[in-house]
């Protein structure tokens, strides 16, 4: 049986790990859901090292799921500047090969004691609206939509989102 392990992920060869990760998920994921050349911008925007870095002084926590001691998925969640009631799911992301055994239900449950450790009662995500797969399984783990979202992104480009919601309460 695979022996799945969570970390915090804060020093750099568990950002390295992740960022690798990232890559080969969202080149995998996200083409017919954004362009190449969007995808090479986020992955910029997103995963540079002093990017992540820069994220975790302000607050943000990176967690690595490792599977037999290999990086197969990450969360980053993190606090809403101005209202301490809300914990932003900012990343969720499985490896294919790992995908539809619970890892993701397993990051977030981590993330929704986090927030609640921390007082804070709702968990918010943003997720594109063509990614369907992603959007099915966060209903399934009881995110509802609230809002549509169009945000300049610069480069050229846009995130065109859902806003997803659900309470931080376990089961809630
Ligand atoms: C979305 C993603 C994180 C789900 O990860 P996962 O580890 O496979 O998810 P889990 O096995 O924990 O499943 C969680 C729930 O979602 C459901 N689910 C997972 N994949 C699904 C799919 N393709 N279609 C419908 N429901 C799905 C599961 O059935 C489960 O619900 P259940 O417990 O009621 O059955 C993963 O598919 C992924 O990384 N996708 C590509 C990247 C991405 O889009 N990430 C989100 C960015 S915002």
């Known amino acids: 049986m695979t022996d799945i392990v969570l970390r915090p992920a804060d020093d ?7 960022a690798a ?12 859901i954004i362009s190449h050349a969007q995808i090479d911008y986020m992955l910029t925007q997103g ?13 943000v926590r990176y967690v690595l799921a490792e599977a037999d001691g290999d990086p197969a998925g990450f969360a980053a969640h993190g606090p809403d500047a101005g209202d ?15 995908r539809g055994r619970g890892l993701a239900r397993r990051l977030l449950d981590d993330a929704l004691a986090h927030a609640r450790a921390r007082g804070a009662d709702r968990v918010r995500l943003r997720v594109n609206r063509h990614n ?9 783990l009881g995110f509802r939509i609230e809002s549509t979202d169009i945000k300049d992104i610069g480069g050229g480009f846009v995130m065109d989102d859902y806003l997803m919601g659900r309470a931080a309460a376990q089961g809630g």
């Open 47 to 59: 995963y540079a090292l002093p990017v992540m870095r820069r994220e975790i002084e302000d607050g």
């Open 132 to 140: 369907r797969v992603a959007v099915e399984a966060y209903r399934r």
């Open 21 to 32: 990760l990232a890559r080969r998920i969202w080149r995998e994921h996200y083409p017919g």
């Open 12 to 18: 750099d060869a568990a950002l390295t790990a992740i």
């Open 84 to 98: 301490e009631d809300t914990l932003w799911l900012h990343k969720l992301y499985v490896a294919g090969e790992h």
